[in-house]
């Protein structure tokens, strides 16, 4: 497995991945309309701060990966998602620690923090299984389709 730098030409993979406008919310939160296209990601890509990364697994495309700067040693794990054919196999595990490794070693992170929506539990037993604590908890400031989403934050200094 490896994480490499996500290119233009790889706009297509978030495309044809984000399916769906709830897994559209689910993945990318209120940032990005559905259906996703090449000016929104390029858009979102451009920003200075926006660190994104396609995790390969055996030659294929298996996931994506961002990293938010938020200020000097500080970084935020944004928009994790595995597409589905490598769903159930172990991806999300190792390609967050390559990017927690990444953001130490060559961003200089000493403090990482991320958003998972609470009802999101399989992301949110991943990330406390690497030592993400809750910090957080945001009510009232996302929903979908008429249903509000608890927003947990959660921290891990490294």
């Known amino acids: 497995m490896e994480l490499r730098a996500f290119e233009k ?11 769906s ?16 296209d090449y000016d929104q990601i ?8 926006v660190l994104p990364f396609v995790c390969v697994v055996d030659g294929k495309n298996a996931g994506y990966i961002e990293l938010f700067k938020v ?17 159930g ?16 070693t060559q961003y200089s ?3 990482l923090s991320l958003a998972v929506f609470a009802h999101n539990d399989v992301a949110k037993h ?3 299984s690497l030592g993400f604590e809750v910090t957080s908890e945001e009510a009232g400031t996302r929903s979908f389709a008429g249903q509000a989403w608890r927003l947990l934050k959660m921290e891990k200094s490294v």
Not at 21 to 36: A, E, I, K, R
Request: with cysteine; hydrophobic share 40%; net charge negative.
């Open 126 to 128: 991943c990330y406390q």
């Open 21 to 36: 406008d709830q897994l559209n919310y689910l993945w990318g939160g209120p940032t990005f309309q559905f259906p996703l």
């Open 71 to 87: 200020a000097d040693g500080h970084y935020r794990i944004c928009r994790v998602f595995v597409a589905n054919d490598f769903r």
């Open 9 to 19: 030409d790889d706009y297509a993979l978030l495309i044809d991945w984000i399916d």
């Open 89 to 104: 196999r172990g991806v999300s595990k190792p390609m967050l620690k390559q990017l927690m490794e990444l953001a130490k």
């Open 42 to 49: 390029n858009q979102h890509c451009l920003k200075a701060e």
């Open 109 to 111: 992170a000493h403090l």
